[in-house]
Each structure stands twice: as structure tokens, then as C-alpha cells.
């Protein structure tokens, strides 16, 4: 893994955003987030904080343990799972029905936070350049949408590190 020898450009937190809305129902779906950083620029990200946003009505669909959704930021828009056993993924976020009665219901609050500050170094280190928002639903009837806003830092790092943080990241086949 890339060490974090660089310097960091940022006093303060910036912000990217990205939206998705399944291709078709129940389908693994993925929307590039627009970063604007080359992959010449050797830059990293530090991110401090994930908000996920999830859309109310794809939520309304979760009435049994079978239904779920499930989304991930990613470093390739190529694999087929959003799995924890992915080196592709960086963080991932599932949501499902744990209590189901007849009567009575429980409120819930947006966004669903990831919190990153308590790691070494601040945050998790990823390359800013692809990264992409994937989302699959399991049992839905409607496509699941789901929005996503990350914190970060930027980190500038040598070719040698640079290069170790991106192939950290890649598939291996």
C-alpha cells in the first residue's frame, strides 16, 4: 500500500457527488464519478466521511429480509460484486429490513455515514481517478436509487507511490 509521503494540498475538506439509478431492475449498475483529476496528476484522496443517500422510494420496497440494496464505491466499473472480498471496492453499504411488524413502523434519518477519521493517516487513502458508484438491488420491483457524497483531502504522491495506491486497487487475473 502507498505510503503517504507527499504533501497535502488541502487545508479544508472538499466534495464530490455522485448520483445512480439501476439499468434495469435488480441489475448491478455504476455511475463514474466526474473527479476532475488525470491519472497523470499522481494525486490521492483521503475521505473522511461517506454520506449515503438512498432514494425514499426505493426504500419503501424493503418490506422482507429477501429485498436489499446494496451499493459500493468503487474503483472499476468491471467486476460483478460489490463484495468486501473485491480489492475494487472501497467501501461498501447494504441495506435491508431487520425488524418487520404489522403495525407500528420506525423512522429513519439521511444520510447513512461512513466515518473515516478515526483510521491512521485520517481517512482511507484511494486514487481519485476512476472511481465510480455502484448499486444493485435483490427483489425489488422498481430500480433502486442511491446517492452518494464524500469528504476528502488531496495528497500528492511520488510515481512510486502512486503507483503502488493504484495497483493496491486493481483486480488481479
Known amino acids: 500500500m502507498a505510503k503517504a509521503t507527499g504533501s497535502i494540498s488541502d487545508t479544508f475538506c472538499n466534495k464530490f457527488y455522485a448520483t445512480v439509478t439501476e439499468s434495469v431492475v435488480n441489475t448491478l449498475t455504476f455511475k463514474e464519478i466526474m473527479t476532475n483529476v488525470s491519472i497523470f496528476d ?17 426504500v419503501a420496497q424493503l418490506t422482507t429480509a429477501a429485498k436489499l440494496i446494496q451499493v459500493a464505491l468503487t474503483a472499476t466499473d468491471k467486476t460483478t460484486s460489490l463484495g468486501l472480498d473485491n ?9 435491508s429490513v431487520l425488524y418487520q411488524s404489522a403495525v407500528g413502523q420506525q423512522l429513519y434519518s439521511m444520510p447513512f455515514t461512513r466515518d473515516f477519521t478515526n483510521l491512521s493517516g485520517g481517512g482511507l487513502i484511494i486514487a481519485p481517478r476512476p472511481l465510480f458508484i455502484g448499486l444493485k438491488g435483490t ?3 422498481t430500480a ?11 495528497l500528492s504522491l511520488t510515481s512510486d507511490n502512486y503507483f503502488e495506491l493504484i495497483d493496491f486497487y486493481r483486480i488481479v487475473s
Open 42 to 58: 499522481k494525486a490521492a484522496w483521503i475521505v473522511q466521511r461517506l454520506e449515503w443517500y438512498f432514494d425514499v422510494a426505493s
Open 87 to 95: 480489492p475494487s471496492v472501497i467501501d461498501n453499504f447494504q441495506l
Open 139 to 141: 427483489g425489488l420491483a
Open 144 to 154: 433502486a436509487v442511491c446517492s452518494l457524497r464524500g469528504y476528502f483531502t488531496s
